[in-house]
């Protein structure tokens, strides 16, 4: 069975929202387990154990949030173990223009320099699921489909 990882970091609960959603979109296909954690409940080793990893974070300063860059910083113990793996990221910010196309440039650059393989999307919401504020009806609907999106993936790449 493939097994994805949400992780994010929340404040307000829109970004949490958000989390929640991505991982009813994986619930969606079939064979994939999913874990859902808080960036202060992650470990190293739950990164290593995921085939998929989907991660989430509010804007700060347009980039991912201190919590997760932190994680992301300690990860270098296990660098060249998330190698191949799927990975995909989601933001909330404050409103339009303030940072979301950024802050899912940073969690996607740190994945990339891990050799994983990002999940992007060619017809909309390109880098990753973003809402401004709390998240709408069609925010939370591209969240579920970006979990869909990364199992469906995570599924066919697993030998």
């Given at each position: 069975?493939?097994?994805?990882?949400v992780?994010?970091?929340?404040?307000?609960?829109?970004?949490?929202?958000?989390a929640?959603?991505?991982?009813?979109?994986?619930?969606?296909?079939?064979?994939?387990?999913?874990?859902?954690?808080?960036?202060?409940?992650?470990?190293?080793?739950?990164?290593?154990?995921?085939?998929?990893?989907?991660?989430?974070s509010?804007?700060?300063y347009?980039?991912?949030?201190?919590?997760?860059?932190?994680?992301?910083d300690?990860?270098?113990?296990i660098?060249?173990?998330?190698d191949?793996?799927?990975?995909a990221?989601f933001?909330?910010?404050?409103?339009?223009?303030?940072?979301?196309?950024?802050?899912?440039?940073?969690?996607?650059?740190?994945m990339?320099?891990?050799g994983?393989?990002?999940?992007?999307?060619?017809?909309?919401?390109?880098?990753?699921?973003?809402a401004?504020?709390?998240?709408?009806?069609k925010?939370?609907?591209?969240?579920?489909?970006?979990?869909?999106?990364?199992a469906?993936?995570v599924?066919?790449?697993?030998?």
């Amino acid at each position: 069975m493939a097994r994805i990882l949400v992780v994010y970091d929340s404040r307000t609960g829109n970004t949490e929202k958000m989390a929640l959603a991505v991982a009813e979109g994986v619930r969606r296909v079939k064979d994939v387990e999913v874990t859902l954690k808080k960036v202060s409940q992650t470990s190293l080793q739950d990164l290593c154990n995921a085939d998929g990893i989907i991660i989430g974070s509010p804007v700060y300063y347009g980039q991912m949030s201190g919590r997760l860059k932190t994680m992301f910083d300690e990860s270098v113990k296990i660098h060249g173990k998330l190698d191949g793996k799927v990975g995909a990221a989601f933001t909330s910010s404050g409103g339009t223009a303030t940072g979301a196309e950024t802050t899912l440039l940073s969690i996607v650059h740190a994945m990339l320099v891990h050799g994983m393989i990002v999940q992007g999307r060619c017809d909309d919401k390109h880098y990753g699921a973003a809402a401004a504020g709390s998240p709408s009806g069609k925010d939370i609907e591209s969240c579920k489909d970006l979990g869909k999106r990364v199992a469906n993936l995570v599924t066919r790449l697993k030998p």
